[in-house]
């Protein structure tokens, strides 16, 4: 197993590592710290051309001063994942990190491409931004995003997080050739790998034509909620063993809403959603429930390629 975590320094590349070291499917994996260091453009504009040269000095101190500053982040968190089994390396890009990043675990063939949902740059959210937009959407790996807990800093989520004996996960499942791969992901673990796991699946709202009589939908919605039912139970079914909490959990609303209710519930350390393919044309562009899940998970989420496992 390969990972490439990305790192800025902040608190929240931090938790991935953490998060990183937490999971039993990458124990003992090979892990590169990659951090990626843009140039530096100085604006020239109303200055003379003799002190162009100046800038440029400068621009190229400031330049190194980052790739010096990034080398030892990325040597430092190498060193603490080569304390913890991991064989840890790490490497300076650089490029804008949304392009080398991608580019980078692409070209190491990366299982997993793990994030922090903030970083240093003070956005509220990075997936408000194009670097982390991009990573998460069009990355051909699974995309791993630790988030801090709702309610709770980042540093006490790394505090929370480090305490955990085992990790509590909650599956996304849907019949889906995505869910699937998210299962098959889960299962790695092996017995008891995870203090708690659950196998969760959201039913349909159902959408009334106007003019239709509601009631005559009973049918549908008895199919939908057996269906839905049986989904859950087989997913539950197929984790026998994975952990001591085990249990599926099934309710109506959005995909995203379930997910995120259910994992507030169950103090959930780990969401993991399988990602949806859409058409050659866009790559391999993330489905929409698992971006929103991403987006607004209140824990860190996995996103699975199925083509990647």
């Avoid at 080569?82 to 190491?108: I, M, N, P, Q, Y």
């Avoid at 499942?173 to 203090?195: F, M």
């Avoid at 009631?215 to 919605?221: A, C, I, R, V």
């Avoid at 391999?284 to 824990?299: D, P």
Wanted: with cysteine; glycine share 10%.
């Amino acid at each position: 197993m390969k990972v490439v975590l990305a790192t800025d320094g902040s608190a929240h590349s931090a938790l991935a590592r953490v998060l990183i070291e937490k999971m039993p499917v990458l124990r003992g994996a090979h892990v590169v710290v990659a951090s990626a260091v843009a140039p530096i453009h100085l604006p020239l504009a109303g200055i003379e051309p003799f002190g162009s040269a100046a800038l440029g000095e400068v621009g190229l101190n400031a330049f190194e001063q980052a790739r010096e500053s990034a080398r030892a982040t990325v040597d430092s968190t190498a060193e603490k994942l080569s304390e913890r089994g991991f064989r840890a390396e790490g490497v300076v890009l650089d490029g804008e990190a949304g392009t080398v990043l991608l580019d980078f675990a692409e070209r190491e063939s990366a299982d997993v491409l793990a994030i922090g949902s903030r970083g240093l740059g003070g956005i509220k959210s990075l997936f408000l931004g194009s670097v982390a937009r991009r990573l998460v959407t069009h990355c051909k790996s699974s995309v791993l995003v630790a988030h801090a807990y709702k309610g709770l800093s980042v540093e006490d989520s790394i505090e929370r997080l480090s305490a955990r004996e085992k990790l509590a996960v909650e599956v996304g499942i849907d019949g889906s050739s995505g869910a699937q791969a998210a299962l098959e992901w889960v299962q790695r673990a092996g017995p008891d790998g995870y203090a708690t796991l659950l196998a969760v699946c959201a039913e349909p709202l159902s959408v009334v034509p106007a003019g239709v009589d509601p009631t005559t939908l009973g049918e549908f919605y008895k199919y939908d909620h057996e269906r839905v039912e049986a989904v859950a139970k087989s997913g539950c079914e197929a984790c026998k063993g994975l952990a001591p909490d085990l249990r599926w959990i099934t309710n109506l609303g959005r995909p995203v809403d379930v997910l995120s209710e259910a994992a507030a519930s169950y103090d959930i350390d780990l969401i993991v959603v399988g990602a949806t393919r859409h058409s050659t044309l866009e790559r391999f562009l993330i489905g929409s429930v698992s971006y929103e899940t991403v987006v607004r998970a209140s824990c860190s989420v996995l996103v699975v390629r199925p083509d990647s496992i």
